[in-house]
């Protein structure tokens, strides 16, 4: 086995990286393609998601396989190779399937314990399959990483260790208000109708909103899924409109939550502002704003009082904010009120690979800035670049938070998309609460984690090591199928050599001879290809394959066809991610 991952995600990127790395479908089509056409890797499967964009190959060559997967994954992520180094991390062999298998337990998640990265993977494999870029080793992985995030569902408490996504944002939106109270009552808009915008509509009928009206490019969907909520049984009202009235709806609604495929904005500054009738830099209310209506809706206290907010914000607390934001400066929390982080300034990459970015004479060829770097120094980059980013996340929040959220929240948005749905911008706008992926980060920071982590932790260790196990046993299979092959052939020339010097035994006294002879080969096979079955499934066990092909002078091309066969059939009993 020589799995290879390249990636990078929450844990070793700021979120403007990864929202500009993001893949489109035509995107991860293509990568998937040029990276089975590159000369090192042989299978690829690409898993990106809103918080990581992972590249898994088998690979011939360790050193040839980052650079190109590396190489691949910044020309089709547009991010120049030079800029995207520093946050890359590297998994090889054993600890890249570790990390799989911690990704579909939902440990390397921004809320630990989701459980819709099982669908992720699940299309990812589903995806490699449907293109053939996914072979017999990536087959094994990513239903194995399936089968382990199932069973830490099944046999552990992850669940109580995090929540999904969406219950996550909402919590946030929600402040300190019980997620059932703050929703009562409120109208909801929700914008695109794939898996992560039906589980945000779902979620939102579940905490007992009273109307959601569903917003797509493709109006089919959209109403679908509005006929889906309506039979749910919780007695939301649901409705579809076009997109093109999204502007109009957001003037009736308090809660919108989005997530589209969309490369640009789906909702700007202006766009909300428009709807609440401000000023877009958030100064001055607009005077045609009429307070009272949304009143009526209100589930949290204050956040339906439309006519409080006239009297204007405070002007200085704003005037901070906007300053911040022109200066670039990183500003949010995670209520997804932006507010100053103070975050000191780390000590560099101990083994030097951040510097290579700004190394002249690397950074003119983005292959050069691999080049020399070896797995156990990449892996202890992405362990630096990871608590670095944890130790950033750490940081006390400064600011204003309290000021803000004694403002009433006139509209509350929670952008789930990546790249983002939503200008940041709009939370300068007075009676606006944003959350995003970059706040909820900050916020899974701060997030409990459970006991149960350390029963899944032992799942995933126990996992990896039998997956070792059963792909360095289903390495040597092959050879030991081809050496019975061999026996059973050297048996039938024999029989038949039986057959010409004595012609005149009968069929029974034949077929004896035969059965006898089959026993003894088989009697004397049988413990060495035992044996070496169990010495190959050991660490360090690869040997013996090669070792049992020099002793029985095997051909190795009746070895490589047992091969191309026993993939075959894999493949084929795998049919399509379950």
């Known amino acids: 086995m020589s799995l290879l991952v390249v990636g990078l995600s929450h844990r070793s990127a700021p979120v403007s990286v990864l929202e500009r790395a993001s893949l489109s479908a035509d995107a991860k089509t293509k990568l998937l393609h040029d990276t089975l056409a590159a000369e090192p890797a042989a299978e690829a499967a690409v898993l990106a998601t809103c918080n990581r964009i992972e590249l898994y190959a088998d690979v011939d060559k360790f050193h040839a396989g980052v650079a190109e997967l590396s190489t691949l994954l910044a020309q089709h992520s547009g991010v120049a190779l030079e800029e995207l180094t520093p946050y890359l991390y590297v998994h090889y062999e054993d600890r890249a399937v570790h990390h799989l298998f911690s990704v579909a337990c939902g440990l390397d998640s921004m809320v630990v314990g989701e459980g819709q990265i099982l669908g992720q993977i699940k299309d990812a494999l589903a995806r490699g399959q449907e293109l053939h870029t996914a072979g017999r080793l990536i087959n094994d992985l990513f239903q194995q990483a399936l089968r382990v995030g199932k069973r830490a569902h099944s046999e552990t408490g992850i669940d109580r260790a995090g929540q999904s996504l969406v219950t996550f944002g909402l919590e946030q939106l929600a402040v300190r208000v019980p997620v059932q109270d703050w929703a009562a009552g409120k109208r909801a808009l929700v914008i695109g109708a794939g898996s992560m915008s039906s589980l945000a509509a779902a979620t939102l009928a579940r905490v007992g909103v009273a109307e959601i009206v569903v917003a797509n490019r493709t109006a089919e969907r959209a109403e679908r899924l509005a006929e889906i909520l309506v039979a749910s049984g919780t007695g939301v009202r649901a409705s579809a409109v076009p997109m093109s009235l999204v502007a109009d709806e957001l003037t009736r609604v308090d809660v919108v939550v989005s997530c589209t495929g969309a490369t640009g904005l789906v909702l700007t500054g202006d766009d909300v502002a428009g709807a609440l009738g401000s000023d877009p830099a958030g100064a001055v209310p607009h005077p045609r704003l009429r307070p009272g209506p949304r009143a009526s809706n209100a589930g949290e206290g204050g956040s339906g009082e439309a006519g409080s907010g006239a009297t204007g914000p405070?002007?200085?607390?704003?005037?901070?904010?906007?300053?911040?934001?022109a200066g670039g400066q990183r500003i949010a929390d995670a209520g997804a009120v932006r507010s100053k982080v103070a975050v000191e300034e780390r000590d560099g990459c101990p083994v030097g690979v951040d510097a290579l970015a700004s190394d002249p004479a690397r950074s003119a060829d983005g292959r050069a800035a691999l080049t020399g770097v070896d797995a156990s120094a990449l892996e202890l980059h992405g362990t630096w670049a990871d608590q670095g980013e944890a130790a950033a996340q750490r940081q006390p929040r400064k600011g204003a938070r309290n000021q803000v959220d004694a403002q009433p929240v006139r509209l509350a948005l929670l952008d789930l998309a990546m790249p983002r749905d939503i200008d940041a911008a709009v939370h300068r706008i007075p009676g606006v609460r944003l959350v995003d992926i970059e706040s909820l980060a900050e916020a899974s920071a701060d997030a409990p984690m459970a006991a149960d982590v350390d029963a899944v932790r032992g799942i995933v260790a126990e996992e990896v090591a039998a997956f070792g196990a059963a792909q360095r046993a289903a390495h040597i299979t092959p050879t030991v199928v081809a050496l019975r092959a061999m026996a059973a052939e050297v048996v039938a020339m024999e029989v038949a050599r039986l057959d010409g010097r004595v012609p005149d035994l009968d069929e029974r006294q034949r077929a004896e001879v035969t059965q006898t002879v089959r026993r003894v080969v088989?009697?004397?096979?049988?413990?060495?290809?035992?044996?070496?079955?169990?010495?190959?499934?050991?660490?360090?066990?690869?040997?013996?394959?090669?070792?049992?092909?020099?002793?029985?002078?095997?051909?190795?091309?009746?070895?490589?066809?047992?091969?191309?066969?026993?993939?075959?059939?894999?493949?084929?009993?795998?049919?399509?991610?379950?």
Do not use: I
């Open 314 to 325: 405070d002007a200085e607390l704003v005037a901070r904010l906007a300053a911040l934001a």
């Open 522 to 578: 088989d009697k004397l096979l049988h413990a060495p290809t035992v044996r070496v079955k169990q010495l190959a499934s050991e660490p360090g066990g690869a040997g013996y394959a090669e070792a049992l092909r020099e002793l029985f002078d095997l051909d190795p091309q009746t070895v490589a066809s047992v091969s191309r066969a026993d993939a075959a059939d894999k493949n084929d009993d795998s049919g399509r991610a379950s």
